[in-house]
């Protein structure tokens, strides 16, 4: 099982960004997958899960309404679209699937700065 991020990068205060998670090595559509973030000096945090068969995507409070979370599962991809981004945010973000102890992706950094 491997996740590869990737769409990071440096983007000022109010700005917006979008990340991609490719998921290999298992049946993609069968799992629930979750985006994570740290930042630096942090734990790791859960930011969003998006579940299958329909049920309601889950965000974390500190980033509902500002970023949106879809899949494609033909693609075995996941992404992250952010909004409204704030210094806050700055973090390397990582997809898994939600509750199994995969082993973590390299991740991509967001930096969020003017």
């Known amino acids: 099982v491997q996740f590869l991020e990737s769409g990071g990068g440096l983007v000022q205060p109010g700005g917006s960004l979008s990340l991609s998670c490719v998921g290999s090595g298992f049946t993609f559509s069968r799992y629930v997958m979750s985006w994570y973030r740290q930042a630096p000096g942090k734990d790791r945090e859960w930011v969003a899960s998006f579940p299958i068969g329909g049920a309601t995507i889950n965000y974390a409070d500190a980033v509902k309404g500002r970023f949106t979370m879809s899949r494609d599962d033909a693609k075995n991809t996941v992404y992250l679209h952010m909004k409204n981004l704030t210094p806050e945010d700055t973090a390397a973000y990582y997809c898994?699937?939600?509750?199994?102890?995969?082993?973590w992706g390299q991740g991509t950094q967001v930096t969020v700065s003017s």
């Open positions: 898994k699937r939600f509750g199994l102890s995969d082993a």
